[in-house]
């Protein structure tokens, strides 16, 4: 017997069923397009291209031209199945099995598009927009994010385009609908230290120079010490190292060279410039230390290579998107959310430079798992909420 959809599960399941994975559009883009002309919204599509990224396709629709102006932003891209043969069903199905609903992108975040699209729906039919609405959807959060939000945003304010609010669908809540509002984000940043050793053979060692024991060293001190407790609103600062590498496969040979990667997710303590001259700091420290522990001529020789954009901390602090969100929260579930700046980045990122912007969506315990998947119930609770928000935000 097949199950009853609400139209936001139908949505859901037309959108799981279009194979987006990153950077392909997958038709996606063209279904919401499709949708959301039959509502009225003014769909423009623009494809962004840069050196050493694929091309992406992303999608801006607006309906009204008056203020306030709310938008719902997202990506339809998906991060690759992995072995189909291990999930259920097909991950491109949007199969539903005892009130749930699988496949890649059902919580991440194709199922916050659809609960977007679904309250829109029902707010237009028994609502007259008295400010405008817009979709901000790209193909490329789950890549570079290089031709993605970054980009759609920058085309969007050329043109005049200007924003009150934004929710992005990512799926913030932990446990059930209603938990959590992601009010910020800590930020983000990437490296690879190299340690430059002298090759040579394994039983000469006063012959070479052996890059391991300096990384070794450069890493106990970078590692050593917290860079902080915490502040209210954002957790301890947290560096990981990622990867250590000597691209040595013979195990009587002293190599040249070593590697370390690296990613720290920074509090407000902390900007960008100002983390970085910490972690330098810390190993040029561990450099000096090694050579007076030693006895050697001269501290470890290292370099540093900083990978990618920095990605920065933010906080909103606007209390009517804040409010009515959370209002709109307890009026569906019963539950106040907390504020939370837990988590790894998004697309929020770059819309913090625009306008007021939280995320909210569906629960993440699945996302980029195999059997990715959420229950209808949240998905049409996920739905009651945002269409409550655009009724008491307007």
Not at 348 to 375: N, S, W
């Amino acid at each position: 017997m097949t199950q009853d959809l609400s139209r936001s599960a139908e949505i859901l399941r037309e959108l799981i069923r279009c194979p987006s994975v990153t950077p392909e559009e997958g038709g996606a883009l063209t279904y919401l397009e499709n949708e959301l002309t039959k509502l009225g919204f003014c769909v423009e599509r623009v494809t962004f291209s840069d050196e050493n990224t694929p091309d992406v396709e992303n999608l801006y629709a607006r309906l009204g031209s008056d203020a306030p102006h709310v938008m719902f932003a997202g990506h339809t891209d998906v991060v690759p199945t992995g072995n189909q043969d291990d999930w259920s069903s097909d991950a491109f199905s949007g199969d539903v099995k005892d009130g749930v609903m699988f496949g890649r992108g059902a919580v991440d975040m194709k199922g916050g598009i659809a609960c977007f699209l679904g309250a829109v729906e029902a707010y237009l039919a028994d609502n007259e927009l008295v400010g405008s609405i817009s979709f901000l959807i790209t193909g490329d959060e789950e890549g570079p994010s290089v031709n993605g939000t970054d980009k759609l945003l920058k085309w969007a304010a050329e043109k005049g385009e200007t924003w009150d609010a934004c929710i992005v669908g990512e799926p913030s809540n932990p446990n059930a609908i209603g938990d959590v509002i992601k009010n910020g984000r800590r930020g983000s940043l990437s490296g690879r230290i190299t340690v430059n050793g002298v090759q040579g053979h394994a039983a000469y060692p006063h012959l070479s120079d052996n890059p391991v024991n300096g990384m070794i060293d450069l890493l106990n001190v970078l590692l050593g010490s917290p860079f902080d407790k915490g502040t209210e609103m954002f957790q301890p600062t947290n560096l990981e190292v990622t990867s250590v590498d000597v691209g040595n496969p013979a195990t009587n040979v002293i190599a040249a060279k070593a590697t370390a990667s690296f990613n720290i997710r920074f509090n407000d303590l902390w900007t960008g410039d100002t983390v970085k001259q910490e972690i330098k700091r810390r190993l040029e420290e561990g450099a000096k230390s090694a050579k007076i522990r030693n006895g050697k001529d001269a501290p470890v020789d290292f370099e540093i290579e900083w990978i990618g954009r920095v990605s920065h901390v933010f906080l909103t602090k606007d209390d009517t998107l804040i409010n009515t969100l959370s209002e709109a929260i307890k009026n569906v579930t019963g539950k106040t959310p907390e504020l939370s700046t837990g988590g790894g980045t998004s697309d929020a990122r770059f819309i913090k430079d625009y306008c007021p912007v939280v995320e909210f969506g569906l629960v993440g315990q699945t996302m980029h798992q195999v059997d990715e998947r959420t229950p209808l119930a949240d998905v049409d609770k996920l739905t009651a909420v945002y269409e409550k928000f655009l009724q008491n935000y307007f």
